[in-house]
């Protein structure tokens, strides 16, 4: 069982930067691979990154590619998201989620077993 606590979001304006964090309970943080997901209004969830366990290989959803990164820090149980240059069209809550063990496909929402409550993002232009 994890549990997951999303903070770091807030309103900011367009080319600003926040950093997400996702804080993890339980003792086996390191075996899941972890993901990051937003959902505007009216629009479905979408993936926007994924990192696997022990700092492995990272997946990015295209329409972030270079301006957002994800790491993990397994000792202190937390996964981050960093965003740069912020977009108005960022404006979502952003999930944080651990995946299913051993599960390949990292991008879609069905793989993932445990969910945070989200974090609000609020880009003004």
């Known amino acids: 069982q994890v549990q997951l606590v999303e903070s770091g979001g807030g309103l900011v304006q367009a080319g600003d930067s926040l950093r997400l964090s996702c804080a993890a309970s339980?003792?086996?943080?390191?075996?899941?691979?972890m993901g990051w997901f937003r959902q505007a209004p009216g629009k479905e969830r979408e993936f926007v990154a994924a990192?696997?366990?022990?700092?492995?290989?990272?997946y990015y959803a295209d329409s972030v590619k270079g301006r957002f990164t994800i790491s993990r820090d397994n000792a202190k149980k937390t996964v981050y998201l960093q965003i740069d240059s912020l977009k108005p069209e960022d404006t979502a809550v952003y999930y944080c989620?651990?995946?299913?063990?051993?599960?390949?496909?990292?991008?879609?929402?069905?793989?993932?077993?445990?969910w945070g409550q989200g974090t609000q993002v609020t880009v003004s232009s």
């Open positions: 989620a651990a995946a299913v063990l051993y599960t390949i496909k990292l991008d879609t929402p069905t793989s993932y077993a445990y």
């Open positions: 339980g003792r086996t943080f390191s075996s899941y691979a």
């Open positions: 990192i696997r366990r022990i700092g492995g290989s990272i």
